[in-house]
């Protein structure tokens, strides 16, 4: 499963930038996605949350 660096504090929606470990890519997702992984890291909560952060824009 995919591992995520969360950038920032969760602003008003709830919402953070994330850093995409396997690839350096960034994006803006709802932390109540994701739960915390080992060495620092998160990961999705389960495999639905993971397909949809696959589809968000990641630049």
Do not use: H, P
């Not at 969760?10 to 470990?21: E, I, W």
């Not at 396997?22 to 915390?36: G, H, I, V």
Request: include cysteine; aromatic fraction near 8%; charge should be neutral.
């Amino acid at each position: 499963m995919e591992t995520y660096i969360v950038q920032n504090e969760a602003d008003a929606d709830g919402k953070v930038f994330v850093r995409r470990v396997s690839d350096n890519k960034t994006a803006r997702c709802k932390m109540s996605w994701l739960e915390t992984a080992e060495g620092g890291t998160y990961q999705a909560i389960s495999k639905t949350k993971a397909i949809r952060m696959d589809g968000l824009e990641w630049v």
